[in-house]
């Protein structure tokens, strides 16, 4: 028999466990290479993963709703093409094992919950007791992280009809009346959103936001869009939009300006040599998710445009890994996706800086020409900096602003690609 064992994968390098989501295979199931075995979960993204050989599954060691270190042997491919049929009866028989020897022990039956619904139990406040009496849909009764939050919704919509959020309102400012009335509908966050929330509050807190704007007139840029879009989606299979060509703009500002990529580590400051760009991506869910484009400032703008669909298609379909979210050093939200003309985001910490985008709208401008100003009409757009006033003074940000302003203005429409 050659055994191949599957670990949990290193997701990231402040990464240390990760909760098992979901199985897509079971013990004695035959696996290609590259097919996906599980999803998984940690504190920054779910991830898909595959298996990275061809064989049959003899064992699977973990449960969904476990928590599992790093580098822990998850399940266990057999590569000979054995038939492993009694393996896979013991691995069923693994959780039913569990709770007898637990049983034994103390004389009395005893549940087993895994190390995710222990936590949740723990951060919503959940007796022992409590828990023992939500009826579980899991193998053996066993109580999986649904029933324990459906559990909890239910709890919660009780609490609120006896109007014992009471003790609730009272920690808020005061003049802020938190009852919902009879017609409101309580929305309970996932953990994504609240994640998203911890780390925006986190922010405020940490980092003195300051926002500068500037209108940018982008016209050569929309002119040659528009000219090699048709033939580059010909040649590339790939659409292209503004974002590329403003991003290799803003590399070349960074550059110029490098406190803008850097980060603050209580009084000291940190020069990042890498540029990696986080591009914030609005998911179907409505959460937000900001994959990052590693060493941004060594690809083409051919190589901008592949990476950003890439990263930007995977995010939409729940395929980035972990790594993929990690390392970056300015980020780039682009409010003009939905056509919002400018916006003031929040910093993603540990960066300084973050910059937004507004959409691209035709205008009115008055241009100077040899013979005298005349009124045309331009496609302008505004960008917005927001910076951490800490280290990063008004003049230093517009600066930046400009320079980048510049660059845009500048682009050659009768480039090729």
Known sequence: MANFELVMPKLGESIEEATIIKWFVKAGDKVQDDDVLLEIATDKVDSEIPSPISGTV?????????TVAVGSVIAVIDTSGADFQSEKEADISDITQK???ESNVTGTPVRYYSPLVRKIASEEKVSLSQLDSITGSGRNGRVRKEDLLKYLDQRDHRELSKESITSKVEEKPSGHDLKPSPEDEIIKMDRMRKLIAEHMVMSKRVSA????MIEVDVTNIVLWRNRIKDEFFTREKEKITYLPVFIESIISALKDYPIINSSVDGDTIILRKSINLGIAVALPSGNLIVPVIKNADQLSLLGIIKSLNKLADEARKNKLKPDDIQGGTFT???FGTFRNVMGTPIINQPQVAVLGIGTVEKKPAVLETPTGDVIAIRHKMFLSLTYDHRIIDGAYG???LRKLADYLEAFDSSRAL
């Open 58 to 66: 003899v064992k699977i060691l973990y449960q969904q709703d476990e």
């Open 209 to 212: 936001h300051v926002t500068n």
């Open 332 to 334: 780039i939200s682009n």
């Open 99 to 101: 709770e007898v020897k």
């Open 398 to 400: 517009g600066a930046f």
